[in-house]
T-cell receptor, first 118, second 112 residues
Framework: EAGVTQFPSHSVIEKGQTVTLRCDPI?????LYWYRRVMGKEIKFLLH????????ESGMPNNRFLAERTGGTYSTLKVQPAELEDSGVYFC????????????????FGEGSRLTVL | AQSVTQLGSHVSVSEGALVLLRCNYS??????LFWYVQYPNQGLQLLLK??????LVKGINGFEAEFKKSETSFHLTKPSAHMSDAAEYFC??????????FGSGTQLTVLP
C-alpha cells in the first residue's frame, strides 16, 4: 500500500513567486492535514480537511496560503506570493480515523516538501 | 491552550547506553500523547502513543514512555541505544482539537 506522497520534495523560488505543493494521502483516508516546520522549530499545524471540507484552518498564517482538496482525494497548498519567512518544510499527513473530539490514532506523514524562498 | 516542551534539542549517548528524551506538556483537558521519529529523508513515523489506558506504553524498536500526570511528563526511554536509533524525535499531544501539537524535536546522536 502506498504511503503519503508529496511533491515536489524541494522547491527553490524567489520572493514574490508562486509555489504549489501537492499531497496524495493514503487511499481511503478522509482526514488530511498540513503542517509546517520552520528553521528547526516545532512542527506547526496549518489545517485539517475531512474529505473535501476544511475542518479547521486556524493554523494558516495569512491569506497568501490557499489549500484545496479536490474531490476529497489529493490536496494542494499554494503560496502566493511567497515571502522569505515561508521557507521551511511542509508536511502532509493523513488518517483514516473516524470523527471524535480527540485525535487518538496515528497520523501517517509524507516525507515533506522543503520550500526555500530567496 | 496546549503546549509541548522537549528539553534538549540535541542528545548524545554511547551505543548500549540508556536513552532518555524528555517531554513535558500543558493541556487544559486530559491529553493523548505521542512520540514520533523522523529518520533522515523520511516522514515522521509513530513510535508509541498514550490514550488513557496503561500509563507505561511500549512502542516499536524497544522504546517505551511513561505518562505521569502529576509531573505532566511523557519521557521516552530505551534501555540500550543502537546506532540505528540516530534520528530526530518529536513529542506531540492531542488535546482540545483534532490535531497534534508538537514539541520542537530532539536530535539523538548515538556514538560508537
Amino acid at each position: 500500500e502506498a504511503g503519503v506522497t508529496q511533491f515536489p520534495s524541494h522547491s527553490v523560488i524567489e520572493k514574490g513567486q508562486t509555489v504549489t505543493l501537492r499531497c496524495d494521502p493514503i487511499s481511503g483516508h478522509d482526514n488530511l492535514y498540513w503542517y509546517r516546520r520552520v528553521m528547526g522549530k516545532e512542527i506547526k499545524f496549518l489545517l485539517h480537511f475531512v474529505k473535501e471540507s476544511k475542518q479547521d484552518e486556524s493554523g494558516m498564517p495569512n491569506n497568501r496560503f490557499l489549500a484545496e482538496r479536490t474531490g476529497g482525494t489529493y490536496s494542494t497548498l499554494k503560496v502566493q506570493p511567497a515571502e522569505l519567512e515561508d521557507s521551511g518544510v511542509y508536511f502532509c499527513a493523513s488518517s483514516g480515523e473516524a470523527s471524535g473530539r480527540l485525535l487518538t490514532g496515528e497520523l501517517f506523514f509524507g516525507e515533506g516538501s522543503r520550500l526555500t524562498v530567496l | 491552550a496546549q503546549s509541548v516542551t522537549q528539553l534538549g534539542s540535541h542528545v548524545s549517548v554511547s551505543e548500549g547506553a540508556l536513552v532518555l528524551l524528555r517531554c513535558n506538556y500543558s493541556s487544559s483537558v486530559p491529553p493523548y500523547l505521542f512520540w514520533y521519529v523522523q529518520y533522515p529523508n523520511q516522514g515522521l513515523q509513530l513510535l508509541l502513543k498514550y490514550t488513557s489506558a496503561a500509563t507505561l506504553v511500549k512502542g516499536i524498536n524497544g522504546f517505551e514512555a511513561e505518562f505521569k500526570k502529576s509531573e505532566t511528563s511523557f519521557h521516552l526511554t530505551k534501555p540500550s541505544a543502537h546506532m540505528s536509533d540516530a534520528a530526530e524525535y518529536f513529542c506531540a499531544l492531542s488535546g482540545s482539537a483534532r490535531q497534534l501539537t508538537f514539541g520542537s524535536g530532539t536530535q539523538l546522536t548515538v556514538l560508537p
